[in-house]
């Protein structure tokens, strides 16, 4: 079986792909951004969909990019 990382490096020798997964850095880097803040904070995803006045699955969407 593949791991992750083998199947990434095999779809990114894709031109097209390749242009996709680069075109989304900036979106993938906000979502890391937010996981890192909450799990500092010692949040779950529930806690900060509390503080936020939404629910569990919107913080999940933004997290997921």
Known sequence: ???LSEV???LLKDKA???SYAA???EFSIAHE???ARLKA???QVEVAER???KQSVIARM???
């Open 1 to 3: 079986m593949k791991t």
């Open 34 to 36: 937010l996981i890192a």
């Open 42 to 44: 010692g949040l779950t």
């Open 24 to 26: 989304l850095e900036d």
């Open 63 to 65: 997290e997921s990019g």
């Open 52 to 54: 936020m006045g939404t």
């Open 17 to 19: 792909t390749r242009e």
């Open 8 to 10: 990434k490096a095999g």
